[in-house]
């Protein structure tokens, strides 16, 4: 029997990397897996792979950032598969303009929307479930931008992944005397498709040398897997080799800057 027997388990941006990695982990041990995320055939896809495992796994399109949505996916997975266990808040989105001098705000709402605003939702629907049981987890994944901001991952990025940070640990220090287990995950850079927004995007061996989306999915199931009685409350997962980011900093100074500005170098 997997540690995770009888669980139902919620994961955002389960289609690709992180999310996909975390679901086929979470299911080996037992959990039914609710993989979320916008695109039918790729969810579809993995469900597959999670089935062909001996898995069992179903695929939910949301819109994440829609009240409406979170609330009729949550009540759909409720009625099929029973009350929420363990949510898992992968999904992320990052600018293309990263300095803030240059961000629209339909730009910078939209990042705070997947990375802030849907993990506010998600929790506020999956909670009743859990508090009224006295059991649950919500792991959330951050980032090291959120610890230590810059033009790499752009001003909204790091801003969102702070303020998920703030509200995840608001989560435990309000809930924890009730059985919920609330965890942030820090991961530095991660071999990811959110690197192609980059202003340069990481060469393939640079992403390589990277923390990969299965590391991510470990450290996870790591903390997801530990008794009741145990959190973790932030786990920090970073490349052991930093690399000189410098050059790609000073690019993403000038990505979306107006042609004409005169402080153009």
């Not at 009540?75 to 990263?98: E, H, M, W, Y």
Request: no cysteine.
């Amino acid at each position: 029997m997997g540690l995770l027997e009888g669980k139902v388990a919620v994961i955002t941006g389960a289609g690709t990397g992180m999310g996909r990695s975390t679901a086929a982990l979470l299911a080996a041990e037992g959990a039914s897996v609710v993989l979320v995320g916008r695109r039918q055939e790729i969810l579809d896809q993995a469900v597959a792979d999670i089935t062909a495992q001996g898995g069992h796994a179903v695929a939910r399109t949301a819109d994440i950032s829609s009240k409406d949505d979170v609330d009729a996916l949550v009540a759909g997975v409720r009625a099929s598969l029973g009350p929420v266990d363990i949510l898992v808040n992968n999904a992320g989105s990052a600018s293309k303009v990263l300095n803030v001098r240059w961000i629209s705000q339909q730009e910078w709402n939209e990042v705070l929307d997947v990375n802030l605003n849907a993990v506010y939702l998600l929790t506020q629907a999956v909670l009743p479930d859990m508090l009224d049981r006295n059991t649950g987890t919500i792991i959330t994944v951050s980032s090291l931008a959120a610890v230590n901001p810059n033009l790499l991952g752009g001003a909204a990025y790091g801003a969102a992944k702070a303020a998920v940070r703030n509200f995840m640990t608001y989560l435990h220090n309000t809930f924890r005397n009730d059985g919920l287990r609330a965890i942030t995950i820090l991961p530095g850079e991660t071999a990811t498709p959110i690197l192609d927004n980059r202003a340069r995007p990481p060469r393939p061996e640079e992403r390589d040398a990277m923390v990969q989306p299965e590391d991510v999915a470990r450290a996870i199931h790591l903390v997801a897997t530990l008794p009741q009685r145990t959190v973790v409350q932030e786990l920090i997962i970073a490349p052991t080799v930093q690399r000189d980011t410098s050059g790609d900093i000073e690019i993403s100074r000038w990505a979306g800057a107006p042609a004409d500005d005169p402080s153009r170098p």
